[in-house]
């Protein structure tokens, strides 16, 4: 029986369907009668929120350590306003995104240090690992591909992470992968299948092992 608080947190490139199955997985684990909190990354709060539109607007050009700096503050806000409170409720949190995010975008992405994100990480999620990480895995073209186009607001363009190159995402989905493969007991990769339902299906079968 898993624990009445479980922290899940869902990982993956621009436009590989992580919101979709984020409200696919609140619903699915509503159903066995937990209490479920679903909340996102960069964001969740007021000032986390704020913070989300300076990084994803591109007429900023942030500097690499002006961003990882940016998302750590919103996280630290975040965990401490949002998370850690949830789960003294003895909540299931459900995070889009947290600290293997910025190992693979910072990290691998950016070419900062993975030591020093690292020290980041852990002070701004002070001390919090996830239970439970789904990494959803898609090929890095068509993914940003998808996510351009459906984002409503730089439709066509994207944001200003998603204006980045391929190459750039290619090195991120490396490091989502090996980072994995590092933390392969947390962190479980489903590759992303044609059809949501397919897809779905994965999901399941890995939190049914943890419920």
Same mark, same amino acid.
């Given at each position: 029986?898993?624990?009445?608080?479980f922290f899940?947190? *869902?990982?993956?490139c621009?436009?590989?369907?992580?919101?979709?199955?984020?409200?696919?997985l609140?619903k699915?684990?509503k159903?066995k009668?937990y209490?479920?909190m679903l909340?996102?990354?960069p964001?969740?709060t007021?000032c986390?929120?704020v913070?989300?539109?300076?990084?994803?607007?591109?007429k900023f050009?942030?500097?690499?350590?002006?961003e990882?700096?940016?998302?750590e503050?919103? =996280?630290a806000?975040?965990?401490?306003? +949002?998370? *850690?409170?949830?789960l003294n409720?003895?909540?299931?949190?459900i995070?889009?995104?947290?600290?293997?995010t910025?190992?693979a975008y910072?990290?691998?992405? =950016?070419k900062?240090?993975l030591k020093?994100i690292d020290k980041?990480?852990?002070?701004?999620?002070y001390?919090?690992?996830?239970?439970?990480t789904i990494?959803f895995d898609?090929?890095s073209?068509?993914?940003?591909?998808?996510a351009?186009?459906?984002?409503?607001k730089y439709k066509?363009?994207?944001?200003?992470?998603?204006r980045?190159s391929i190459?750039?995402?290619n090195? +991120?989905?490396?490091?989502?992968?090996?980072n994995?493969?590092?933390n392969?007991k947390r962190?479980?990769i489903?590759k992303v299948?044609?059809?949501?339902?397919s897809?779905?299906?994965?999901?399941?079968?890995?939190?049914?092992? +943890?419920l």
């Amino acid at each position: 029986m898993i624990k009445k608080k479980f922290f899940i947190t *869902i990982e993956g490139c621009d436009g590989s369907g992580k919101t979709t199955h984020c409200l696919f997985l609140k619903k699915y684990i509503k159903q066995k009668c937990y209490d479920v909190m679903l909340t996102r990354e960069p964001g969740g709060t007021i000032c986390s929120e704020v913070i989300r539109k300076i990084l994803l607007d591109p007429k900023f050009n942030l500097v690499p350590l002006t961003e990882l700096f940016l998302y750590e503050a919103a =996280r630290a806000q975040h965990v401490k306003e +949002v998370i *850690i409170p949830s789960l003294n409720l003895n909540k299931v949190v459900i995070c889009d995104r947290f600290f293997d995010t910025t190992i693979a975008y910072q990290g691998y992405g =950016r070419k900062l240090d993975l030591k020093f994100i690292d020290k980041l990480n852990s002070i701004a999620s002070y001390g919090i690992i996830p239970d439970l990480t789904i990494y959803f895995d898609i090929e890095s073209s068509y993914g940003i591909d998808i996510a351009r186009k459906s984002n409503s607001k730089y439709k066509n363009f994207g944001d200003r992470m998603e204006r980045e190159s391929i190459e750039f995402y290619n090195n +991120v989905r490396k490091g989502y992968l090996i980072n994995a493969k590092k933390n392969s007991k947390r962190i479980k990769i489903v590759k992303v299948k044609k059809t949501i339902v397919s897809t779905q299906k994965l999901v399941k079968k890995i939190v049914d092992m +943890v419920l």
